[in-house]
């Protein structure tokens, strides 16, 4: 079942899954995840319609976004551990049942106390289960090849809403908001529950202890979640994590509300309209960057990877700010600034497995990924707030743009050499 792999720089032997094994699981795994994307990637259009059917203004129909990124990420740890006990399938197939099932509900919902329940809680729930287990598999299937694998993954949660953008869309013009959301929510649990029934966990796979790797210096030690949580670098990753986070979060929820401000919501580009030729481009390169990324980092390192992507989004958003009237560069700079966020989700949990090892990865990251939680918060009803209180998307657009870059420069000035020093 195990095939061996040999590592030129070490001369050390790796024993991996059979090659054809794990590519089968890789693409189960983005099956799921795809499944699971489009609560939160094509949120944004249905703002509007919730907004009108429930009478709230926007900051309180935010909550709900916020409440399926937190309930998506601060519970990972606690499913991460069950998955961990009680293997990926029965987990993984109740989180997708569980995602598409809150569409399902919110279709019938009539106040935006049943909205938060369903849209937010139980799909924030559904969601974390699947996109946490989905990873913590990953690092295991695929210890010489992290970063690609993770981030072709995460690229299933985030290329997936590509093709429901357009179609929910239509289906909302034409069919209304209840029957949009009905009938894709019973689609995509289908699609995951089916997809769920072939994953496993990998068996046998042993890394000798000094084998070396292009992103470390030597194979590193299992760290159990407790001691981790004990070491100022795991809180350095937690913090960098939650800025990107809150950056790339602020678009992902506000985008058709600020493109609708800039007046290039509806204007036609290449014969279709703005926002969503702009949502499916993103969903695109928010896709594409993650496993590219991951893979440039395997072999760039990490944290020069970080550096440079972290500054392109903070670049391009600037860039998008300057120009926000030409509908053209909105288009297009949406998709760089999406190529310079989305491969958060292959780069930090690639450099966790990589310092504290893959026995407690699900679990670990799991902790990690509450980050993203917070992100939520900060990215979406308080920025929200904050341009109903100043009346500008230029505070809240500085506040994004200068997280990216602090992030970037955090990578390379700091969390690059405090990560050698912890490794050796």
């Known amino acids: 079942m195990n095939t061996v792999a040999e590592n030129a720089s070490a001369g050390t032997a790796i024993a991996l899954p059979a090659a054809r094994e794990r590519w089968i699981q890789l693409a189960l795994g983005m099956l799921c995840m795809m499944a699971i994307s489009s609560p939160q990637y094509v949120w944004t259009l249905f703002t509007k319609p919730l907004a009108a059917k429930l009478g709230v203004p926007l900051s309180e129909l935010q909550v709900t976004f916020s409440l399926l990124i937190v309930l998506q990420t601060f519970f990972s740890p606690f499913q991460g551990a069950l998955i961990e006990r009680f293997g990926p399938r029965r987990l993984i197939a109740l989180g997708t049942v569980l995602s598409g099932l809150s569409w399902v509900l919110a279709a019938h919902v009539h106040s935006v106390g049943l909205l938060y329940l369903s849209y937010g809680v139980v799909g924030g729930l559904g969601t974390g289960i699947v996109y946490v287990g989905v990873v913590g598999q990953m690092v295991r299937w695929f210890p010489d090849r992290r970063g690609l694998a993770v981030g072709m993954v995460a690229a299933g949660y985030g290329m997936g809403a590509i093709a429901t953008t357009f179609p929910i869309a239509s289906a909302l013009a034409q069919k209304g908001l209840e029957a949009t959301l009905w009938q894709f929510g019973l689609l995509f649990a289908v699609i995951g529950f089916v997809a769920s029934q072939g994953l496993r966990s990998p068996q046998g796979v042993v890394l000798p202890e000094h084998t070396a790797t292009r992103t470390s210096a030597k194979a590193t030690v299992d760290v159990p979640t407790r001691e981790m949580l004990r070491t100022p670098l795991f809180w350095l990753l937690f913090a960098m994590m939650t800025m990107m986070s809150t950056s790339g979060l602020m678009v992902t929820s506000q985008m058709a509300t600020f493109a609708k401000d800039f007046g290039v919501a509806g204007v036609t580009v290449l ?133 990216d870059v602090a992030t970037a420069l955090l990578a390379i000035a700091v969390l690059k050499p405090a990560r050698r020093r912890y490794l050796r």
């Open 271 to 403: 014969g279709m309209a703005a926002l969503p030729l702009a949502l499916t481009l993103d969903r695109f390169t928010n896709g594409l960057t993650r496993p590219l990324f991951g893979w440039v980092s395997d072999r760039w390192g990490r944290e020069n990877t970080m550096c440079f992507a972290f500054a392109l989004e903070g670049v391009a958003m600037a860039l998008w700010l300057l120009t926000r009237e030409n509908a053209v560069l909105f288009v297009l700079l949406s998709g760089v600034v999406f190529l310079g966020w989305g491969e958060i989700f292959s780069l930090f949990p690639s450099t966790l497995t990589d310092t504290f090892g893959t026995r407690y990865a699900t679990t670990n990251y799991g902790w990690l990924y509450i980050s993203q939680g917070i992100g939520s918060i900060l990215g979406g009803p308080l920025a929200a707030l904050m341009h109903e209180k100043l009346g500008s998307w230029m505070p809240v657009f500085g506040v994004a743009i200068t997280l």
